[in-house]
T-cell receptor, first 114, second 114 residues
Framework: KAGVTQTPRYLIKTRGQQVTLSCSPISGHRSVSWYQQTPGQGLQFLFEYFSETQRNKGNFPGRFSGRQFSNSRSEMNVSTLELGDSALYLC?????????????FGQGTRLTVV | AQTVTQSQPEMSVQEAETVTLSCTYDTSENNYYLFWYKQPPSRQMILVIRQEAYKQQNATENRFSVNFQKAAKSFSLKISDSQLGDTAMYFCAFMKRTASKLTFGTGTRLQVTL
């Protein structure tokens, strides 16, 4: 069974550009969550999607957005990139959006903004 | 809002020895889950162990066990017979029972030495 796949693994962008990151969950999983990991702020929740609907959102500016497709694949988009957006972005998938189901993480996308 | 505190930024243990990682949390919720995740250099977050707050019995998974003190809001992880492969960042995390958003602590870097 394939795990959670995040693409690309590494990305370098220029300040002001926009970027799209992709997450393919484990087959059959319908819930996808996104987290940002930085040395200064640690792991912070971005948003969660279930059955193509955003169910929960963290405290991030509107430049951060996401969506989920009918096949449960999810994308997150960051517009007008800032240096502080440099981070490891992690995606997690679970069967359903409940705490008693295990969340499986991908290996992340390392975004560097220069 | 929930907070998770890990007061040990770094720890070291010799192979085959036992080590305990500390975690405290703050919440007004009564129904929740607590987790320990491991993040090796490969960056992929791996679930180590999970505890349901309404269960008094401490969770165990092979060499990993927890000491869950609900009244004290404490959730420590004990690793027995430490192995070199246990070298990683360890994150304590909280999740409300009715949600799927994880709130992470700042992590403890564990080094297992020969």
């Amino acid at each position: 069974k394939a795990g959670v796949t995040q693409t690309p693994r590494y990305l370098i962008k220029t300040r002001g550009q926009q970027v799209t990151l992709s997450c393919s969950p484990i087959s059959g999983h319908r819930s996808v969550s996104w987290y940002q990991q930085t040395p200064g702020q640690g792991l912070q929740f971005l948003f969660e999607y279930f059955s193509e609907t955003q169910r929960n959102k963290g405290n991030f500016p509107g430049r951060f957005s996401g969506r989920q497709f009918s096949n449960s694949r999810s994308e997150m988009n960051v517009s007008t990139l800032e240096l502080g957006d440099s981070a490891l972005y992690l995606c997690a998938s679970s069967l359903v959006a409940q705490a008693n189901t295990e969340a499986f993480f991908g290996q992340g996308t390392r975004l560097t903004v220069v | 809002a929930q907070t998770v505190t890990q007061s040990q930024p770094e720890m070291s243990v010799q192979e085959a020895e036992t080590v305990t990682l500390s975690c405290t949390y703050d919440t007004s919720e009564n129904n929740y889950y607590l987790f320990w995740y491991k993040q090796p250099p490969s960056r992929q977050m791996i679930l180590v162990i999970r505890q349901e707050a309404y269960k008094q019995q401490n969770a165990t998974e092979n060499r990993f066990s927890v000491n869950f003190q609900k009244a004290a809001k404490s959730f420590s992880l004990k690793i027995s017979d430490s192995q070199l492969g246990d070298t990683a960042m360890y994150f304590c995390a909280f999740m409300k029972r009715t949600a799927s958003k994880l709130t992470f602590g700042t992590g403890t870097r564990l080094q297992v030495t020969l």
